[in-house]
Structure formats: C-alpha cells, structure tokens
C-alpha cells in the first residue's frame, strides 16, 4: 500500500484493484450434489480456485444443501478446453464479477453446457448473470 502522507491513511494498489475485476463467484442451485461438484470440477479445470463451499460427502443426518459457492480468478489457471460434461437435470447459476470475467466465465460454460440467459444485471464496476445450463 502507498502512503497518503497522512497518518493512518494508505491507498489501494492498483494491483488489488485489478485482481478483484478477475474474480468471479459462482453459487449453483436447483441441482443435486453431483451436477454441481460437475459444473465446479469443469470451472477449476479452466480457472483458479480462490474459495469453494462445493458439495462434500452426503451425511445421513445432515439437511441437503441447496446452494453451492466456489470463487474463480478468471486471470489465472491451466486454460485447459473445457469438454462436455452430462448433467442429469438443470442447474442454476448466478456468476458475479467484473464485466470481463463473468463474460468469459459464461463463454466457456457455454462450450460445455448448453445455457439459458435468465437475466442480467450491471452495477457500476460489477454485473450479475443468471443462468440455467443443461447437458449438450
């Protein structure tokens, strides 16, 4: 961080700043565990994991989760191709980032489910997809 030259005060680096417009966060709903550990497992094929609440061993006693959330740096990763993966129903998912990043997330979302624009909402310096993907 840069110093103001006043005391306790410090300004943002620009690199901070640039990291936070590649990061896009992913929730997946509407699905069972499966399809959304393979939506997950696709994305960090492609992306950097930064953080994953994705689905985990099924308990017996434990409530079914309903909503999963993994965080990808859309700057980073092995940029491998992305190949069809089969789904055995709809899933949802909401992408949230900088432009940039949800708009490429969605592109290679694209070239391995077949994707439905629900919505699209833009703020000031971040957007907000929903989507529905299937099996191709």
């Known amino acids: 961080m840069k110093s103001t030259g006043l005391p306790g005060r410090e300004e943002m680096s620009d690199v901070y700043d640039t990291h936070i417009d590649?990061?896009?966060t992913v929730q997946l709903s509407d699905c069972n565990r499966e399809d959304a550990q393979a939506v997950f497992d696709v994305?960090?094929?492609?992306?950097?994991?930064?953080d994953m609440t994705a689905p985990g061993p099924r308990?017996?006693?434990?409530?079914?989760?309903?909503?999963?959330?993994?965080?990808?740096?859309?700057a980073a990763g092995r940029r491998e191709e992305p190949a069809p993966v089969h789904?055995?129903?709809?899933?949802?998912?909401?992408?949230?980032?900088g432009y940039h990043a949800v708009?490429?997330?969605?592109?290679t979302l694209a070239a391995t489910f077949d994707i439905q624009s629900l919505q699209s909402v833009s703020g000031d310096q971040e957007t907000e997809a929903r989507l529905l993907l299937a099996s191709r």
Do not use: I, Q
């Open 22 to 24: 590649t990061d896009v």
């Open 43 to 50: 994305l960090d094929h492609y992306y950097e994991l930064e």
């Open 87 to 97: 789904l055995d129903g709809m899933v949802g998912a909401l992408l949230t980032g």
């Open 59 to 74: 308990a017996a006693t434990a409530p079914a989760a309903n909503v999963w959330m993994a965080t990808f740096d859309t």
């Open 103 to 107: 708009d490429e997330m969605e592109k």
